[in-house]
């Protein structure tokens, strides 16, 4: 693929391009970021149409709407599904718990044979 005449491309040894785009063509998405022409802020930044009170309703009901619809979509496990998981949780945490105070207390002993004084 051949690039356009009047770009170029260059690359610094030991860095790589940000963005998967390699940089070509890439504009930031941060509101906070001046216009260089302008000096206005760009696109993505708040204007004050976005303060107005009814477009806050309008948007959080929106928002809820859509909140509902995807809760509607979870499938949720049945008791014997949830008491199953449950149990396997305390079984790992259970076994994770005697094994660490194994290794604890092996650890203590050593640490007295090697330092009696302590």
Not at 13 to 31: D, H, Q, Y
Not at 80 to 96: D, F, P, Q
Request: proline share 5%.
């Amino acid at each position: 693929m051949a690039l356009p005449l009047d770009t170029e491309a260059r690359s610094t040894i030991g860095s790589a391009p940000v963005s998967k785009t390699g940089g070509w063509g890439f504009e930031s998405l941060r509101a906070c970021q001046s216009h260089p022409a302008t000096g206005s802020r760009s696109e993505g930044a708040t204007s004050e149409m976005d303060w107005n009170p009814a477009n806050w309703y309008s948007e959080s009901k929106q928002f809820l709407m859509e909140v509902r619809g995807e809760y509607r979509k979870v499938t949720w496990p049945t008791q014997k599904e949830a008491m199953a998981g449950t149990i396997g949780v305390v079984i790992v945490v259970t076994v994770l718990t005697l094994g660490l105070t194994l290794v604890d207390f092996g650890l203590g002993q050593a640490i007295r044979l090697i330092l009696p004084g302590s």
